[in-house]
C-alpha cells in the first residue's frame, strides 16, 4: 500500500505544479485581495477536487463519463462560467481604467472559495481524471472506496501545499503587483486565461 500511495503521490504532484486555470486564479486572486483570500480560493478549489475524488470512489464518474448528455451539460455549464468569469475580470479592467481614482472592490472570501469550488465542479474532465487514473493505483487486495479516497486526499493535500507557496510568493510581491496599473493588467491577462480556458473547455469533447 505503502508504495501505491507514492507512486500516485508522484504522479499526482506533477499534475498539481502544471500551471493551469487553478494556478492562475489562486495567483490573480492573492495578488488583488491578499493572502488570506487567496488561500479561500486554494480551499475551494480542494472542496472541489475531494467531491470529485468522492465521485469517482463511488463510481459515480464513471455514469458521467458514459453519459455523452451529461458530460456536455456539465462541460458547457463549465465553460459559460469561465467565460463569465473572464468577461467580469476584462469589464472590471476596462472600468479600473476609466476611473483611476475609485478604488476596487475587494473580492470576499465567500466569492473567492465560491470560484475555486464552482469552477472545479463544472469540470467534467476532473471527473473523468480521477475515474482514469486512481484505478491504475489500486492494489489487487485493497478497498476501492477507501484506497481512492486515501489517493484523493493525498491530491488534495499536494494541492493546498502547492497553493500555500503560490499564495506566499504572490503575497510578497503583492506591494509590487498591487499597483493600479499592474492590477488593471493583471485583470486583463486573468480574463483572457479565462475566456481561453472557457473555450477550450467547450470545444472538448
Known sequence: MLSACLAFAAVAALVTITPGLDTMLVLRTTVADGRRTGFLAATGIATGLLCWGAASAAGLTALLA????????????????????????????????AAEDLPEPDMSGAAAYRTGLVTNLLNPKIGVFYMSLLPQFLPADAP??????????????????????????????????????????????????????????????
Open 66 to 97: 458514459a453519459s455523452r448528455f451529461a458530460f456536455d451539460v456539465l462541460r458547457v455549464a463549465g465553460a459559460c462560467y469561465l467565460l463569465w468569469l473572464g468577461g467580469r475580470a476584462l469589464w472590471g479592467a476596462r472600468r479600473a481604467a
Open 144 to 205: 476501492v472506496f477507501g484506497t481512492s479516497m486515501l489517493f484523493a486526499v493525498i491530491h488534495v493535500a499536494e494541492g493546498l501545499a502547492w497553493c500555500a507557496l503560490l499564495v506566499g510568493a504572490a503575497g510578497a510581491a503583492r506591494r509590487t503587483l498591487a499597483r493600479p496599473s499592474v492590477k488593471r493588467r493583471l485583470r486583463q491577462v486573468t480574463g483572457v486565461a479565462f475566456i481561453g480556458f472557457g473555450l477550450r473547455l467547450a470545444a472538448d469533447h
